[in-house]
């Protein structure tokens, strides 16, 4: 049987089914949107990206839960949009991969636009008088019509299926009471777990804050009466020294694998990859792997650990050389970090300081301007080894550190509270999307 008959057979609950619910209906993604198309790269038209302006959402930009990664979103100037009409988005329009990565939804908001996209990216505009918008994004993003998805996958150099086979999807559809109602429900997951990301994000800035307060602008407690004195970085606090990453740290490089030592279903030890990494710094938590083969001790990291990436694919180097935390995933002790990325061994006094110091722009200015390559960029240990900064005295750093050690702790506890929201909601989406659990 056709993989795409079988998933109809098994997934959809056909018209003739005694098992869908009355008043349920199956129809065509098509029969319910008032359009689906695609966008364009810019540079093939004459357009040309830009530092800010206009949002441009790629693939890449979505999360595989559908969030957009502020981080992952490049900009183009107002004359190339004009250029691109025909893919410009509106609030409540999903946008849909369909090359490459293949499945990943997001449902537009006001937030996010103006905004554009390009060819890898389907745009469903829903008809809002047949089909919610939320309850159609809730639709897409379930693992069923993942598979259902990939099962259309032409077999070529990339991963792609078309707009044709997008809007023959058929979709499970309720009363349109019944799709406000589950929508509403899924939200309220969704709602709280945006909540909890946006107080993350705030404390992460009361941090950085407080780091360049202290130590780029020298007001630190009592540096009124604090004597400064001359080094070879300037006028720095009495006590205070000169030193080398090498001096306070060892890095450890990961682990090469192989595609056949990856495991999809989560077994084996999670493994910190590049995917991990947000443009900027920080951690991405939908790009784990698990690790099925064999490592060394140098490859394991615990919770609390600093990672960095040490390669990049962005074309502006917007990730390498950056920091991140490792979190804790499943109460797991060993976590591996691959070849991409490189860990630091070091005492633990210093760990919060030399965190927020690779997230400040001069040191990751220096990496990025230190990394070889063209279309795939790599950065030496050697680079950040050598990295010159002041390091504070005993007093200061313990300070620091107790400041901001309830600020991670709060930030862990609030991504522990999203990971079971997360699980509680993909536990209770594909119940209500088959009308098995009623509301």
Known sequence: MRKDLLWNTTNLMSKNSSTIQKGWQSVRLADISTLITKGTTPTTIGGSFSAK???????????????????????????TNNLLKRSIIQNNDLLYSIAGVIGRVALVNKEILPANTNQALSIIRP?????????????????????????????????NINLKQVGDFDILLPPIETQRRIASTLSSFDDKIENNNRI??????????????????????????????????????????????????????GLSYSSPEINEEGKGLPMINLANFQRGGGFNYTGIKYYTGEYKK???????????AMTDLTHNREVIGHPARVPTYDNQKDILISLDVCSMTINDM???????????????????????????SHLSKSSIDNY???????????KFRRIIQPIFTQSYLLEDENKGLVKTRDSLLPKLMNGTVSI
């Open 53 to 79: 302006g206009i949002n441009f959402i790629k693939a890449e930009s979505i999360t595989e839960d559908g969030r957009f990664i502020n981080g992952k979103i490049d900009h183009i100037d107002e004359a």
């Open 298 to 308: 140098t490859n394991i990291v615990k919770p609390g650990d600093i990672v960095i």
């Open 200 to 253: 993350i994000t705030t404390l992460e800035t009361m941090a950085q804050a407080i780091f360049k307060e202290w130590f780029v602008k020298f007001r630190f407690p009592g540096h009124e009466k604090t004597k400064f004195v001359d080094s070879e970085m300037g006028k720095i606090p009495e006590g205070w020294e000169v030193k080398k990453v090498s001096d306070v740290a060892v890095l450890n490089r």
């Open 388 to 398: 010159t900064f002041v390091l504070p005295d005993r007093d200061i750093l313990l």
């Open 350 to 376: 210093y760990t919060e300081f030399l965190y927020y110091m690779m997230l400040s722009k001069s040191f990751s200015y220096l990496m990025a301007s230190s990394a070889s390559g063209t279309n795939v």
């Open 127 to 159: 008809d809002t008088k047949k089909v919610d918008p939320k309850y159609l994004f809730y639709r897409l993003v379930t693992k069923s019509q993942r598979l259902h998805a990939n099962s259309f996958v032409a077999q070529s150099v990339q991963s």
